[in-house]
């Protein structure tokens, strides 16, 4: 059974640029959960989807942004870059949506602003 | 604001003694709590969970201990490995969160052989 598939595994873009960072949960997963980790931060939750809706959002300005597709992949999106963004990007795939479901997570995608 | 916090960045222990790593939140709508174990350029995988009924969990080598009162819970690592060396996070759920979970920093754990 394939895991959680981030893509690309790494980024190197400009300030004020945007990226879009994508997301194929596990296959039957319809959950799809994003963090970020910044280095002594831990994981900052961003946002999750479930059945193409956002159902929950962290405390990010509204330069980041996402959706879900059908197919339950999901895709994160960053406007006007800053510096401060670059971190480890992780998304997270769960079967269903709920208090003390297990998450599975990808191996990150790392982006670099410079 | 940090609901869930890791107060040991880094834990040296030597094989085959006990690791134990802390984990103290301040939030008591959290009731639900798991580790997640994470090596370099890989993602967060998960170890055990804990609810808030129980006060203690096992799975193998790994036992996680909860104080409600005191709003703390442990990860005991009995023995420990050259493998197990990597970063642990504690993370925090409660019903109203659904499947966001509150990580605390994290612990680097490096087990010496």
Redesign the interface.
């Known amino acids: 059974k394939a895991g ?1 598939t981030q893509t690309p595994r790494y980024l190197i873009k400009t300030r004020g640029q945007q990226v879009t960072l994508s997301c194929s949960p596990i296959s039957g997963h319809r ?1 799809v ?1 994003w ?1 970020q980790q910044t280095p ?6 961003l946002f ?1 989807y ?1 059945s193409e809706t956002q ?2 959002k ?1 405390n990010f300005p509204g330069r980041f942004s996402g959706r879900q597709f059908s197919n339950s992949r999901s895709e994160m999106n960053v406007s006007t870059l800053e510096l401060g963004d670059s971190a480890l990007y ?1 998304c ?1 795939s ?1 079967l269903i ?12 995608t790392r982006l670099t602003v410079v | 604001d940090q609901q ?1 916090k ?1 107060n040991s ?1 880094s834990l040296s222990v030597q094989e085959g003694r006990i690791s134990i790593l802390n984990c103290d939140y301040t939030n008591s709508m959290f009731d ?1 709590f ?1 580790w ?1 174990k994470k090596y370099p ?6 170890l055990i ?1 804990i ?1 808030s009924i129980k006060d203690k969990n096992e799975d193998g080598r790994f036992t996680v201990f909860l104080n409600k009162s005191a709003k703390h819970l442990s990860l005991h690592i009995v023995p420990s490995q050259p493998g197990d060396s990597a970063v642990y ?1 504690c ?1 925090a ?14 612990t680097i754990l490096r087990v010496k052989s």
């Open positions: 959680v959950s959960s963090y002594g931060q831990g994981l900052q939750f999750e479930f159902r929950n962290g992780l997270a769960s949506s709920s208090f003390g479901t297990e998450a599975f997570f990808g191996q990150g | 869930v890791q960045p639900y798991l997640y350029a890989e993602g967060p995988t998960f969970s609810s996070f993370a759920n409660g019903m109203e969160y659904g499947n966001k979970l509150v990580f605390g920093a994290g």
